[in-house]
């Protein structure tokens, strides 16, 4: 069964940078499309980022766009958002999720798409 941890969360200042990643274990990463997903205390989900089985298309939310990278690593399982810039409203509880897609080059930030979620890792950006 495939199971998702993320890692990486933690306190930063304004302006700062964190990387969190998302190991796959229970099967290969490889023919899995991959979303971060965020989620502010009263808020919905909302997408943050995808990238495709090819890791040829990548998508991002307006609000990251250009602070944030997602980028993968088959070999060893993983995924990672770099986040550079952040703002205090980028705090949050980060989720990452898969799903399979038949066509390599498609990824979606819709919630409703995936049925493989990790737990969470907290971000909170503050002075």
């Known amino acids: 069964q495939l199971q998702l941890v993320e890692s990486g969360g933690g306190l930063v200042q304004p302006g700062g940078s964190l990387r969190l990643s998302c190991a796959v274990s229970?099967?290969?990463?490889?023919?899995?499309?991959i979303a971060w997903f965020r989620q502010a205390p009263g808020k919905e989900r909302e997408g943050v980022s995808c990238i495709s089985r090819s890791g040829d298309t990548r998508h991002y939310a307006d609000s990251v766009k250009g602070r944030f990278t997602v980028s993968r690593d088959n070999a060893k399982n993983t995924v990672y958002l770099q986040m550079n810039g952040l703002k205090s409203e980028d705090t949050a509880v980060y989720y990452c999720?898969?799903?399979?897609?038949?066509?390599?080059?498609?990824?979606?930030?819709?919630?409703?798409?995936?049925?493989?979620w990790g737990q969470g890792t907290q971000v909170t950006v503050s002075s």
């Open positions: 229970g099967a290969t990463l490889d023919p899995y499309t």
């Open positions: 999720a898969a799903t399979r897609f038949s066509l390599s080059f498609v990824c979606t930030q819709e919630v409703a798409s995936f049925d493989n």
